[in-house]
DNA sequence: TTGTATGCGTTATCAT
DNA sequence: ATGATAACGCATACAA
């Protein structure tokens, strides 16, 4: 025998009075006598009453939730950005569903749908990593749900992004690896070609190259997707080639790719930085701590989804001046594994 | 002018039927005709019906919601422990509303309100730093909506608990100093007491000592919190003991608090383990990273948020077995900083 | 100031 | 196999 809820028609049956002039009394309307409210007030808490959300959202046709959803959840840039999501939705009243699509197109495009049974009243979402056909997008565009992209973005389709500078942060850092440190035959490992991050760093990866009238090798582009065993994979296809052919320098495409690099360059016999120099791009929490300390590109993650919501919240608040891509700039983060600061590492 | 979404009912008007046929056969329920069925489901498609998963909550008094409640989002082991309970969750059909209490009393009191106005059908609880009183949670449980806490638990108010099994963890990694180091003069740079792991660590190290006739000093333990920065200060304090009362071993209550003193150790000139030896707990991603890599205790945190995700789950759905305190087992991760090993940080 | 009728979109129940 | 009606808990619009 389970005690059922009790709702605003108890404290109304309670006082002898109507459930309208409960709502009113406790949503602080107007037209209410402030006897009566106190007397409403004070039932309401003394039989434990919690008004139901849900009843409200039908009623309203706002849920003032908020779909949230990324390909990984574990990786460090994410529960950054989530954080700095929570920071702004919060304030705004405004609560959040957390789904993931751990990189998957399907069950991505499955958690889409399940954003739009719960009637969110926005989405956030970062696009996994197999979406070959942004149809999904689209569609959630025309049902004029208001959407957000974060840090993987989609282009052309008249929807808000957030991201960082990948493009110009990928071509600085090459710079630096060009005119710091003149390196030969400078490699990328890159990210997948439909993702956003991945076409826009090996973008800058190559203006670099060109402006600098630095030589590009196609054959030094590697496909080694976001993960260190793609890192590993990759760095250990260039290791294969003819040493007079093999990168002088490397830059990958994130982080954990660079760590797979790295791990795949020790196994060869090879130092960081004396015979490969490498630079990654994220600045994970682990890059500092390496063997050979990793140069690298900060992201302000907890920045980018403090934007991204922001945006939304004003989107679904219709106080948006329209569609933006908004960029959130990067900083180069210099350590060792580019050559940098060499004498550090050596004792007294 | 915005468009309205599609219900049943227009369903139902296109074919000239009534809501309930439409509801039944977009549900797979029985006593429909076949040939109506598929009507149904070609016009849903054709005008892209999405079913009002508010609606339903509302009659169905059920949501498919679960609620979490976490003290840390960027924290290693959170992130960890949420991708397991997403694991279970969305198999069986729910979904998360994720909350965060930043340590924060107050803001977990306002998080737990939300959740139950949200009628979430369960609710996944770390408990935050500053809670002194549980009489929250007890509400909670007076309302017979269904609770598991996970990692920091609450003892004595007949609730679900999935945590990793701290008290011996911390037992046997103060064993290891004893019996294989013989260090004299062991500190415990302990949690806040009134959180269920700062305890239950601070038990084990006290009951280590004890059963193996080694001495004990109230002095050498000293509150550092779960982070880097209380880390630092409490092992500052133990260092400015003079030298013969300084400890010669160390045991933190987690990785970051053991970060914090390995700062502070370096700061005041002496080495680890040569001078200070020093472990931790919860194998932090960048424990074995540090310059002596650290030894310490594996929390398999997926494992933890999965047990607590499948506990829930069956309270929910009434097929728990009773009030369980389920604890899942830790591993020693033996490194330097507590003196093993050492040969191999040797050059050649 | 307060109350009544109506609707939000769905399912349960009982007819037909 | 199908339909009519009520109900879930609340808020809007209008009447008293």
Redesign the interface.
């Known amino acids: 025998m389970?005690?059922k809820?009790v709702t605003a028609k108890e404290i109304a049956r309670e006082l002898g009075i109507s459930v309208m002039t409960v709502s009113r009394a406790l949503n602080n309307r107007p037209n209410v006598d402030e006897e009566t409210r106190h007397k409403v007030i004070n039932t309401a808490r003394r039989l434990?009453y919690?008004?139901?959300?849900?009843?409200k959202?039908?009623v309203m046709q706002k849920?003032f939730?908020i779909g949230?959803v990324v390909p990984e959840?574990?990786h460090?840039f994410?529960?950054?950005a989530?954080?700095g999501i929570?920071e702004v939705t919060?304030k705004s009243g405004y609560?959040?569903?957390?789904?993931?699509s751990a990189e998957d197109a399907a069950r991505e495009s499955d958690v889409l749908?399940?954003l739009?049974?719960?009637?969110v009243d926005g989405i956030l979402i970062s696009k996994a990593q197999t979406v070959e056909k942004d149809e999904v997008y689209e569609q959630l565009v025309r049902?004029?749900l208001p959407v957000v992209f974060f840090d993987r973005c989609v282009q052309g389709i008249g929807v808000n992004c957030v991201s960082v500078n990948d493009e110009e942060g990928a071509k600085e850092i090459t710079e630096h690896l060009i005119v710091v440190h003149r390196y030969p035959r400078i490699a990328h490992l890159s990210g997948p070609q439909h993702v956003s991050i991945g076409e826009a760093r090996l973008r800058g990866f190559k203006i670099a190259l060109q402006s600098r009238d630095w030589p590009f090798y196609e054959g030094l582009v590697v496909e080694a997707g976001f993960h260190e065993s793609g890192g590993y994979s990759a760095m250990t296809k260039l290791l294969e080639m003819p040493p007079e052919q093999r990168p002088r320098a490397v830059v990958a495409v994130n982080d954990p790719a660079a760590f797979g690099a790295m791990k795949a360059i020790q196994d060869w016999g090879l130092k960081i930085p004396q015979d490969i120099a490498l630079v990654g791009f994220s600045d994970d929490?682990?890059s500092e701590?390496?063997d050979t300390p990793l140069t690298t590109v900060h992201q302000p993650a907890y920045e980018v989804g403090k934007k991204a919501a922001e945006k939304l919240v004003a989107v679904i608040e219709g106080t948006s001046s329209g569609i933006e891509e908004i960029v959130v700039g990067t900083q180069q983060v210099i350590r060792n594994s580019c050559g940098c600061n060499l004498e550090s590492n050596w004792p007294g």
């Open positions: 389970v005690k809820r434990g919690v008004p139901n959300g849900i009843a959202s039908l849920t939730t949230v959840i574990t460090s994410f529960p950054e989530i954080r929570e919060s609560h959040l569903i957390l789904t993931h749908h399940l739009e049974r719960q009637r049902q004029r929490i682990r701590l390496m």
